[in-house]
Structures are given as C-alpha cells and as structure tokens.
C-alpha cells in the first residue's frame, strides 16, 4: 500500500487586519493561483473554507469559484466544510455553533453543488461538545489537533513542559519536544498515521506543527534574524523521509499542512504572528512556486498525494479513540487556547452583548415561533461571534474594521429583534426583550472600542 500525504489550505477571508476593501484581492492572489497550480499540476489536496468565504468569492471572483467548482468535479480537491462565519466554537452557544455549522454546509452544497463529509474546527479549539455538534451537522470526518490530543497524556505533557494559561495564545517552542518525543514510539505516532474514531462514530484525522510549522517557514522564505538562511526543501525532504520510516512502522498516511490558504501568494499573517511586525497581507507570488515544490517533492519523495476522506475508506479498521475526551477544554492549536480568544479586552466588551441578543433571540421564540426574522437575527448574531474581530491581544490587535463589522451585526441582530416584535404583535413586552434599550448597550461599546487605538494604524 503506497503512503499517502494530504495537504489542507484552509480559506478565511474575514482574517483579522485583512481590509474587506482587500478580500477580492486575496481571492485573486491566493486562492486563483492556488486553484491553477493544482489543476496545471495534476494534484490532489482538501481545501477548506467558511461559508462566507465562499459567498465572498461567488460575489466578488465568481471566476475563482468556478475553477474551485472545476477542480471539485474533476476528484482534484476535497471540499472541506467548517462553520459558516469563522468563529471559535468552543466559545460560543452551543446552539450557535451548530447553527453556522448547518450554514457551512448550506452554502458549499449552494456554491459548488456539494456538501462536504469532512470537516475542519476553526484554530482547533476544543470543548467536548464539539463531536456531537460535528455529527449532528452532518459531518462524518473532522480533522483534529495532534498536540493538543498528545498533550492529553501526562507523560508528553511534562517532557514538552508546557502549561497552559488562558493568556497563552502559542507555545510552539514546547510543540517541537512532542515529536522528540514520540518518534520512536508507535504507540503514539499510529495517531498521527491512521484514521481514528471517536465514541459517536465521528471519523478523526490529526495534523500537527511538528511538520506545517517548517513547511509554512519555507513558504514564506522568512529568516527574520531567526537563523542565517531560509528553510530550504533539502529539510523538508528530510523531513517527509523521516516520516516516511514512521508512517512504514505504524500506519498509512500523514497530513503535514493543514495551515491557511492565504500564505499562498500573501504574507498573510506571518509577519504579526511571527514578529509583532505591522506587516499584513503583503504580495508573496514566490510562495505560489514553493507550494507546488513542496507537492512535488512529496511526490518525488515517493507520497501518494491524497484527501481525508481517500485515507478514512483506503484505511484498515480505524482506531478505537475515546482518548479524545481527555484534550483539555479549552485548548487550541500552536499549544494555545481557545480561551486566550475569550479573555481579550474585545471578547469582554463584545461577548456579553452577543450573548444578551442571543437570549433575545431563544425568548421571543417561544411566544412567537421561529419566525423569519429571527432566523435572520441568528445570522447576524453568529456573524457577530467572527473570532477575527476578537483577536489577536496586546501588543498587537484586530483591524478597526474587523470590530466595527461585529458592531454592524449587533445593530442588525437588535433591529431584527424589535421587528419581530413588532410585527407579532408584542411591541410593548418590553419585559421580553427590549431593543431600544439594547440598541443603547451596542452604542456604548461602540464608542469604547472606536477610541482605542487598533495596531498598524498610524
């Protein structure tokens, strides 16, 4: 049986400090080329997306949909599905949650004609709800972190040394000694290199930073004083031979780069990330080049490129994985944690509002029914949930416009609210829910988050 590979960009467009006035841009400059390389090419890979990705896309570039369309018909992408609006699931209602979910899936089946099996949890944030929510949705697959599930064992917890704080957002310095390790332990890697399940039947794959942070380096092409010369492909393919012996001694695949799109013809985030550097969305057209050399030398490495759902049904009997319920709540990718997104200063401000619409929300349906616009206040409460408009913390910071949109979906959400209760005839049951006064509550935050100061704003 040949090894197989799979590479996951994953799409974002409402990413934290990416303009709206720029997601044609990124669109154009990521996600085209990134589609053409992969059809001039003859490649396989998964490709994720938000539903309001996709909606950006067919609105803005509808011919960089088409080809994504294309490349889907063809078996050369597996659609991957996730939530509609980019949020952090464990930290929202869980009815919300699974709301965008739903929504996800609607707008692949509505923008491509198919409705994914596979599914991707936005930065890997973790709470145990998060499996049946997936199930529940209509996913059968969910790609999953592999260091946040090692470090559920407390032997590689405390050979990595890391602790986890809810300020802490990444520890990939602590990540590295997971491989070091389990390399030679096939107790462990068979979950890096086979399909697992969870109890509710939920297929599971894992990706870890101990291959997607080298290859992501090498894209960019990124010293930053951080060593003399770039990750060249000579350590990559060190790297994938590597693990080939693993994968030849305890399963049947890897998954090295499940990392964003956008680092493929843009610097995205890496230089905010990497350095604190107000650097954001810049030209990077080499990274297009180095993405097809590094699908090349997995092939010429002797990989079989493939998808997840081509591993989970090649694949002998899954793994038997209840282990899951033992990754921490609350953890997230890179050694991070979903909490760190819940205790930004923009979380605080925000997070009450949204959760005081959405109890609007589930008490006026039950003296009115779902009622369409209160449908269309969940939308605009769920949008308003955007993890980006939340995210990153001091020193650094969201866009201005990246905040202001969730402002703009708390006032909708509101005056969605007020009508529904006034076109069912309750207006004055202010006791229920009271839109005037709560139109007041998002002004006040409004004009608290606009006086500050937002990072790269000169």
């Not at 050369?76 to 939530?83: H, K, N």
């Not at 509505?110 to 209509?138: D, F, H, I, Q």
């Not at 960019?220 to 790297?239: K, N, Y």
């Not at 109890?359 to 605009?380: F, H, K, T």
Request: proline share 6%.
């Amino acid at each position: 049986m040949s090894q197989k590979i799979i590479f996951m960009p994953h799409a974002n467009i409402q990413y934290s400090q990416l303009d709206p006035a720029r997601r044609a841009w990124v669109c154009e400059h990521c996600y085209r080329p990134l589609f053409e390389l992969v059809r001039d090419g003859e490649y396989r890979i998964a490709f994720e997306a938000s539903g309001r990705t996709l909606e950006v896309m067919a609105g803005e570039t509808p011919e960089v949909l088409a080809l994504l369309k294309e490349l889907i018909a063809d078996g050369r992408i597996e659609p991957v599905g996730s939530p509609f609006i980019h949020v952090m699931l464990a930290n929202i209602p869980p009815e919300v949650a699974l709301h965008s979910l739903k929504r996800g899936l609607d707008a692949w089946e509505a923008y491509t004609g198919v409705r994914p099996e596979t599914g991707w949890n936005p930065e890997c944030g973790w709470a145990g709800s998060l499996p049946e929510l997936y199930k529940e949705a209509g996913f059968n697959n969910l790609v999953m972190d592999a260091d946040s599930f090692f470090l559920s064992f407390p032997e590689i917890r405390e050979a990595t040394g890391l602790a986890y704080d809810v300020q802490g957002h990444s520890n990939k310095n602590h990540l590295f000694k997971i491989e070091e390790y389990i390399r030679n332990r096939p107790e462990y890697l068979r979950f890096l290199t086979n399909p697992s399940v969870a109890p509710n039947g939920l297929n599971m794959i894992f990706r870890s930073d101990c291959m997607a942070n080298p290859m992501l380096w090498y894209l960019m092409g990124a010293t930053e004083g951080c060593r003399e010369t770039p990750v060249g492909l000579d350590e990559i393919q060190s790297m994938l031979e590597t693990w080939r012996g693993r994968i030849g001694h305890s399963g049947s695949f890897i998954m090295p780069y499940a990392e964003d799109a956008e680092y493929i013809g843009s610097s995205a985030y890496f230089y905010v990330k990497q350095f604190n550097q107000a650097r954001f969305f810049e030209p990077e057209p080499g990274s297009v080049t180095r993405f097809r050399q590094l699908l090349d030398l997995a092939r010429n490495t002797g990989y079989e490129l493939s998808t997840p759902s081509d591993v989970i049904a090649s694949a002998a009997t899954p793994i038997v994985n209840d282990r899951i319920d033992c990754i921490e709540n609350g953890a997230a990718w890179h050694g991070g944690t979903s909490k760190a997104w819940a205790n930004t200063s923009y979380s605080r401000i925000l997070d009450p509002v949204c959760r005081s619409l959405y109890d609007g929300v589930v008490a006026l349906r039950q003296m009115l029914g779902n009622v369409p616009e209160l449908e269309e206040a969940m939308n605009a409460i769920e949008s308003s949930y955007v993890s980006d408009s939340r995210w990153p913390p001091l020193p650094t910071s969201p866009g201005r416009f990246n905040v202001q949109e969730t402002i703009d979906d708390l006032y909708a959400a509101n005056d969605l609210l007020g009508k529904a209760m006034a076109n069912g005839g309750i207006a004055e049951k202010r006791a229920v829910y009271s839109a005037p006064l709560m139109k007041t509550q998002i002004a006040a935050i409004e004009t608290l988050l606009m006086k500050q100061d937002y990072f790269g704003e000169k």
